[in-house]
Every structure is written in C-alpha cells, then in structure tokens.
C-alpha cells in the first residue's frame, strides 16, 4: 500500500500542504506502523524549498486520530525491540516537529493518545468546538504513559503541573477545556476550521508558552520537590504496585536529562519497559475486551427515540436521567409526584456535572419528562420496568402494559435477580422480553447485563445490546438464571464479608483488605452502598438456588432499619454533614490475618466463577472477566477474576481453598470444574 493510499496530499495557490489521513478498510484512523512509514514517506517528499505550510488532518468523521494500535502493545515481548519501534515513531514526529514551515493540526472528534502526540509535533493546533471533539493522553489507563514525546512536549507546552494533572489522571478535555489549558491555541466552529488553520500558516502568531511560574517548577533543583507533591497526589490514588506507570512518568519527569533528545529516549526507555508489566498487559488485554463487547451492539440497527422507565426509585429514575443525558426523550412513571421529584432533583445533578453550559442542562431536563399516567408507554421505542424485585409485582405490570406496546418497542426488565422465564410466564409475547440490567451507579458503571431466558428471540436480544450501545454502555449477553452473573458473583463475596463482621472482624479492616486488593470499594461499604434491603433480598433469591445461607446479622440490620447509606445506617454509620454522608470511624486496633480475609473473600468469588462457566451463564471467562470490571470495576490491573486465576497459578489457589473448605465449612467447598483449570 502506497503512502499516497493512506495520506492524501493537496497543495493550494498559496503554497499551502495538506496532509489527509484515511486509513483504508477502517472507520477510524489510528497510528498503526502503515500510518507512521507513510508519514514519513510523505515528510520525505515535502518539497525544497518547503512549502508555506503543512495542514494535517483526518478525513474520518468520527475524529482526528483515536490513538495508537493497541493490538501492537499486546504483542510486546522485548524491552529493546519495544524501545527501538518507540524510537523510530519519535525520529518521525521530530522530522515533523523541525520543518522549516509553520505546522496544524487540524482537530476534530477524537484526538486521543498518540494522535495527540501527533498534534504536539505541529507547531500550532486548532480544534473543531462541537461537543464531539475529545483531546487528551489517557495512556495511563493502559499501565503505560505517553511514549512519541508527548510527556515531553506536552510539559513545555503548558507547564509540569497542569500537563502532569492530565497525563496522571487520563482525563480526556473538551475542545473549551482543552483550549482552556493551552493545549490546542484555537477552538472554532466547523465551518471555520481550514479558513484558521490557514490564517496561522500565512501569518503565523507567537507559539504558546507556559507561564514563568511553571517553567520555574521544571529547573532541576525544584524538580524533587514537586515530583514528591506530584507522588504523594497520586499515591493518594492508586497504589504504585497496583499502577506503576504514574509514577514512572513522575521519576521520567524529575530525572530528566538536560538534553532533550536524552529525554525522549527516557521516555521511550519507560514506556517499553512499562509494556512488558502484568499490569499493563492485563490493562490492554481489557481495552481488546471492551472492542469485543460493543461487536454485540453491531448486530442490529435498532435506534431509539422515546424511553419510558416505569419506577422512579434509584435504578429506574437514574436510568432514565442517563439515557435523558445521551439525548434520548424519556417519559418517567410511577405512582405519585413525590417518588418521582427525587429523580429530578438527581438528573439536573448529573446534566450539571456533565454538561455545565445552562442551555444544555436546561435541553436535557426538558427531554425528562414526569408521566403519572404512564402516556409515554404507547409512544416508546423502549419501555424498562424498574420496579421493586417481586415477582408477583412484576408480572401484574406486565400483564397491563404489554398491550398498550407498540409491535417494534423493546420490553426489558431491570430485574437484578429473577429469572427471566418466571416473569414472562403471562405474557402473550415471551419472546421479546429481554433484561437490561444496569449497575448502581448508572452514571459510572459501564456495563448493562443483557439477560435472555430460553424464551427471548435472539433479535430482541441484538435489538437490546444495540440500544446499550446507543446510550454508551457495554452490553454483555448473559443467561438468566438466578443472580444472572455478575449480582451471582458478588454475593458470595459479600455474604463472607458480612460473615467475618459477625465474627468479630473490623468492617474497616475487611474494606481495606478488599481495596488493597485492587477493589474501588470494600465489600461492606459497598453493602451499605446498594442497601442492605437490596442485598437481602437479592441473597434470599439466591439463596436457595445456589445453596448459601444469609447471616443473622443481615437480617437482624433490617429489622432494626438500618439499610445502609440511605438510611444514615448501616453496617457503618454515617452522619449528615451538608449534602455529604461521611462513615465514622471504627476499631481498627485489632490484630487481625489480613492474608486470611482476602483467601476469604477473593477464592469465594472465584469458586463462584467457576460455577458460572460450568453452567455457561456466560460464552467463555473472558467476558466473564470483562463484566466483572466493567461492572464492578474489579482491580483492573488484574485483568478480572479469572485472568487473576490464571497468573497466581490455580493450583496453588486450589490448595487455599480446599484449607479453607476444612476450617470453615462447605461454603469454600471447589467446584467440581476447578480441574479444567489445574
């Protein structure tokens, strides 16, 4: 493939370079090594004398450059040969960056990772303002950090501490915010784009520079000191051994050379060694897995216009607010004004984070609509039943609402628990009744069950994963069974939590093991988190099926009304302090096995795991491990529970359980299906 296939170059009355990239046969660019080698044929063949400026550009309309190849980061076997590719694709970005010509890089849409890199060669970078456009270097989130020199330029562009702020944290701005922090010198409307970026060739202005203060903070003899601010910030974070690439940019960063291309190749030096890590391998391994999900909402071209959420409570009024977010007309119902003002008091909070302009909150309120009288229900695209997890309930809803449906709307339940099959035994339509089980709290979780019982037909199922995907969630096809797969992972896990607490263990305790694991949240906070009447009733479910008994002291909590955070108590206790629950402290003073409370926890969810796979609740353990993190956000530098499995060795595992089995009873019991896994 010629670079001529890939670049496509034009060159105007004013002597103007255009650069196009169209990657062929794929809807996105991306910086593989095709993109790179032809680039620097394309620099080879700039004219001399050079042109009056370059332009590069995407001719994509989905973004500028969405990163790089990450399959080539799965395949990294060798420190030196990793550093020599980093190396090349640097020389081409400095063969870009030195041109004797002014250099844009005209943005729009996405302009992610080595894309931005990219952008940083150019001397000057304009970006399209729409609310598409996305800018930013979130390398972190793969365990490595910029590697084609964007750490490097990125910090003399705009200074150590706002470029450090967000390398570390991933964060990905707007074209506002980008423009904000001096990462882009322009943000326009569409219709501008090509009229300024030539407007900064023809006439170029003076280049952006960080302020004195932040040049100051990069001499080397105040470098210890803020590189031991810039750790200990992100050491309050993440923990090094749990996430090492932060803090190598860090020690890149506070060790760097004094010639810069010294420092170029420091950085490349840590990001190939950063790539050989588990961490990172397991990281990446789960940016290919979430590829493999959204196939799932490929296989139907379903789209929805009209939403309508029966139950207002958390689940149904928060799903309702994020699909009013991603730009959907929802109609919410339930059965008085009073239990569905709590929902919109909780959406203009959301719109407000998320879309800060006034107008925009304003628009995504008005497409929120409160329905008493359930009117939206015969105008939906989608109907989803929120309410509370009884099945009698459940089926007399369903009875009433299935005539009213439109032939094409999807029915769906947001059951966390009951089998499928059991609810649609009254319909005259089983087969379109499918679950959408969303995660709490829908604004962060990115993943949705899609449930099938043996009656749903698989178009209704491909019609339910295309509409996760169009509100911008993860749609995974599960089985229903009791506890589906990821509320049937978790309980084990909780229940031993609550187990150790009636044993005498500090809740505290038990939560900082489970966090050290790598877990965003220990098990008894997140108890408290979901509600304590939310799990009861989600383990009585269970119970029987899965053959678990629910301790005392859960029961004996709801009795007494304390259901967790929403109560103000539950297993801790929280006190009101403005709009903000705080847990106090308890008794950490106890001696206590901490190797003994993760054996505990961690080999009761992957003994459940097993059994999941053996009763096939899910195709294969990779997407098992890809609905635990993106649904739970299980420590991700682990790769999931079974990729843990796979690297601790599950023989040895295997040996901790059956020890456990012998001093704490049958719950630790192996699965018949751990030898597949010996």
Known sequence: MTSAAIWKKSVDDDNLVCLSLDMPNSQTNILTQAVIDALSVELDQLPSPPPRGVIIRSEKQNGFIAGADINTFAEQYDIEETFSTIKQVQAIFNRLAALPCPTVALIHGFCLGGGLELALACQYRIADNAPTTRIGLPEVKLGIHPGYGGSVRLIDLIGVIPAMTMMLSGRILSAHAAKKLSVIDASVPTRQLFNTARRFLLDPPPRQTPPLHQRLLSRRLLRPAVGYLLRRKTAQKVLQKHYPAPFALIECWQKRPADRQAYFAAEASSVATLIQTAQAQNLVRLFLLQDRLKVFGKQSDFKARHVHVIGAGTMGGDIAAWCALRGLNVTLQDQSAERIAPALIRAHTLFQRHLKTPYLIQAAMDRLMPDLMGTGLSKADVVIEAIFED????????????????????????????????????LQQPERLVGLHFFNPVAKMQLIEIVQATTTDAQWSQHAAAFARQIGRLPLPVKSAPGFLINRLLMPYLLEAVLMVEEGLPATVIDQVAVDFGMPIGPIALADQVGLDICLSVAQVLGPSLGFSVPTSLEQAISDGHLGRKSGQGFYHYTQKGNKKEV?????????????????LILRLLNECISCLADHIVEDSDLLDAGMVFATGFAPFHGGPMRYLQQEGAASLYEQLTQLQSTFGNRFSPHSKWETWL
């Open 391 to 426: 099945l009698a309930a459940k089926q007399a809803l369903f009875a009433t609402i299935e005539p009213q449906l439109q032939p094409h709307a999807l029915l769906a339940s947001n059951t966390s628990s009951i089998p499928l099959d059991k609810i649609a035994e009254h």
């Open 584 to 600: 106090s402290d308890h008794d950490t003073t106890q001696d206590v096995d901490k190797n003994l409370i993760q054996q505990r």
